[in-house]
């Protein structure tokens, strides 16, 4: 593992202008940001770090990935300067029931970005898949520790930049893709993680000073599930329904015919 020095090139762009924009201008997220040319996980050197002396809003950014992991222990396939891997440790003042709003938080981030940058129309397939029509393009890992008697959060973000379809492995060849793929340019990682780090430095500044309903608002604008009918694989648990909205935790609400079942986690297909 070796930490690169400040002048290391990430794309076209010197991880020391992109530190400078937002040790400037960012309130929490990105006034620290470690980069690594090869790590096993993002995620897991966050979840190492808590327990060391390290800012608050930290973020962890890799060329690749040797382990990276995905929800629901998956891997995530994570190859050397194609895509964006990278995760943000926070330790907001938020009850364990209200973090599912970083989740929703950072999927807003990444969807927003990518519509800023792109002529993308992404959306969010409930709680954080991003989508270009039913194909995943990026994904989140929200993993929590307390140490200390203080929680925190991991906000873990894999964006599929430039990785080409025949890159990907066969088995996720038909569900994977990524914004080269749908736009056929090649973007830069470093403007795609810094337009997102600013994103999600606003909304997280909103979701501790002003709650969970705006984000709430602009999560429903950028959804893709609302109003379709789904299955939900929850566990062991599978459910069919409409979802017909998000509750004020912002669980699930599936209407499965009979009533209206709260759904927490879970993988949603879209059937139509
Ligand atoms: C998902 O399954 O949809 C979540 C994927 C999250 C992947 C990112 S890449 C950066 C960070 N480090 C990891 O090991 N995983 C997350």
């Known amino acids: 593992m070796r930490i690169l020095n400040d002048a290391t090139l990430f794309d076209e762009i010197y991880i020391d202008d992109f530190k ?19 790590i096993n996980s993002t995620n897991s050197l966050a979840l190492k770090l808590i327990e060391t002396s390290h800012k608050d809003g930290t973020v962890i950014i890799a060329n690749e990935q040797l382990a990276g992991r995905g929800r629901f222990e998956r891997r995530w396939i994570s190859p050397a300067k194609k895509n964006l891997y990278m995760s943000i440790i926070l330790s907001p003042e938020l009850s364990l029931k209200n973090l599912s709003f970083l989740s929703l938080m950072t999927a807003v981030s990444c969807a927003s970005a990518i519509r800023k940058l792109t002529p993308l ?20 890992l929200i ?10 959060a ?17 088995d996720i060849r038909d569900f994977a893709t990524s914004i080269m793929e749908e736009t056929g340019i090649t973007y830069s990682r470093a403007q795609i993680a810094l337009e997102l780090l ?4 606003r909304w997280y500044y909103i979701l501790l000073n002003k709650g969970f309903e705006k984000i709430k608002k602009e999560w429903l604008n950028l959804t893709s599930t609302i109003g379709r009918f789904i299955r939900v694989m ?9 979802a017909i909205g998000i509750d004020e935790e912002g669980m699930l609400l599936l209407n499965t015919g009979d009533f209206i079942r709260k759904i927490s986690s879970g993988d949603v297909t879209i059937l139509k």
């Open 121 to 140: 129309n992404v959306s969010i397939k409930w709680p954080n898949d991003i989508v270009v029509e039913e194909k995943k393009l990026g994904g989140i």
């Open 198 to 201: 600013k994103d999600l430095d």
């Open 20 to 38: 400078n924009d937002l040790v400037k201008n960012s309130k929490i997220i990105g006034k620290e940001i470690l980069y690594f040319e090869s």
């Open 143 to 152: 993993e929590t520790k307390t140490y200390k008697e203080k929680i925190y």
């Open 234 to 242: 929850s566990g062991s648990d599978i459910y069919t329904g409409k």
């Open 154 to 170: 991991i906000l873990g973000i894999g964006i599929n930049v430039n990785f080409k379809r025949l890159e990907m492995p066969e």
